[in-house]
């Protein structure tokens, strides 16, 4: 099935009592048994509800796998992934990452015991140096959040494998319109459903994709048992927001292209990070792994102050200033005092992440008013 068709179709089925085209909400906490331990296969809606059923076999759908779990946020599957581990395991994370999940490490499971370390994941060699049998989970973004760096996942797939560790990447800047983890070799695929999934800016959701049955049955129970699950309205919206994914990945993906080199020719950018530069050092590996480069674009201005970002950061008018990403809407963001605010400042500087760096979200207007917006906010 073309991934078009595959989209529009995932996880939907003719309401089997009514023939709605459209996966009812079904907003209820409880289910009638017929009688004690005798139900119609559902018991109670933190573990079971027919709308996010729907949702959870799309998910496993548009990621090329057998299972999907939905979560009520990205962290919430993140954390679900990390409570698979024990006091003394070892997880190896990419130094360049999205700050609620580095905030969620070292502020939350680092005091139960489990042992993290961070390395520059694009060059495969750290892991494989940082890697031991204590090592249970490999950590990845690809691309990363903000500095969009490649990781080459099955490089990584090969190299857990060889442990026993399982491989976890963070699919959420790419989407599964670009990139497959799972065909690459990953264990897990997580997504902050919030973003390019939904699509919109209406809902907050995380989900996990994955092959492994005995994998899906811990991560249900841990679903189930700690209860972090989205509602039926929010798995509504989720549905259908999957439904036109393909179409605004397509926008998303020609608009960053053209913002990306309209950036990099302003004489008052000096840098700019997007993974579809033919000379930017993942390019390659982005190329092989990928179907496109995506829409996030970070950059520098040459005026390398706190004052000219802000400046920038506050004129702008499509762009909105806010947290967040993958709406069809353009966003603009300040990663050091906003999603990367929780990561200490030298571990930001140390891993090339500037007070003054600039994230930008492209959406899915006309790009001729985004660059306009742009020039006129830069000056």
Not at 296 to 325: C, G, P, Q, W, Y
Not at 347 to 361: A, T, V
Request: glycine fraction near 8%.
């Amino acid at each position: 099935m073309k991934i078009a068709t595959k989209f529009i179709h995932a996880g939907m089925e003719p309401d089997p009592s009514t023939g709605a085209v459209m996966v009812p909400i079904y907003q209820t906490s409880t289910y009638v048994q017929e009688a004690p331990g005798k139900n119609k296969g559902y018991e109670y809606a933190r573990s079971q509800n027919p709308t996010r059923f729907a949702l959870e076999e799309a998910y496993a759908k548009i990621e090329n796998g057998q299972y999907g779990l939905a979560f009520s946020s990205g962290v919430a599957a993140t954390d679900a992934v990390i409570k698979l581990l024990a006091p003394g395991d070892e997880v190896i994370a990419a130094n360049d990452m999205y700050g609620g999940t580095y905030r969620l490490f070292t502020k939350v499971f680092e005091k139960f015991g489990i042992v993290f370390t961070y390395v520059d994941t694009t060059h495969t060699e750290n892991i494989s140096k940082a890697i031991s049998s204590k090592t249970k989970l490999v950590w990845l973004e690809t691309p990363t959040n903000p500095l969009m760096n490649i990781t080459d996942i099955a490089a990584v797939a090969a190299i857990t494998k060889e442990y026993n560790a399982i491989l976890c990447v963070d699919n959420t800047f790419a989407s599964p319109y670009l990139q497959n983890p799972l065909d690459l070799g990953a264990d897990i695929v997580m997504h902050s459903a919030t973003k390019y999934l939904g699509g919109h800016s209406d809902i907050i959701q995380g989900c996990l994709m994955l092959n492994d049955k005995g994998l899906r049955d811990q991560l249900y129970f841990i679903q189930k048992s700690t209860g972090a699950v989205p509602g039926p309205q929010d798995c509504f919206l989720a549905l259908r927001g999957i439904k036109t994914l393909h179409l605004r990945m397509q926008r998303h993906c020609e608009n960053g292209e053209k913002i990306a080199y309209w950036l990099r020719n302003n004489p008052k950018v000096a840098k700019v990070y997007w993974p579809g530069f033919e000379d930017n050092a993942g390019y390659a590996v982005a190329k092989k792994q990928m179907r496109g480069f995506g829409g996030m674009i970070s950059f520098e201005l040459k005026n390398d102050s706190v004052e000219e970002a802000n400046r920038v950061l506050s004129s702008t008018h499509l762009f909105a200033l806010a947290e967040s990403l993958g709406g069809v809407e353009s966003l603009i963001n300040h990663p050091a005092s906003m999603t990367h605010a929780s990561i200490p400042r030298e571990e930001r500087i140390k891993n090339g992440l500037s007070d003054s760096l600039i994230r930008l979200s492209v959406g899915i207007e006309d790009v001729d008013d985004l660059i306009e917006d742009l020039d006129k906010a830069i000056g």
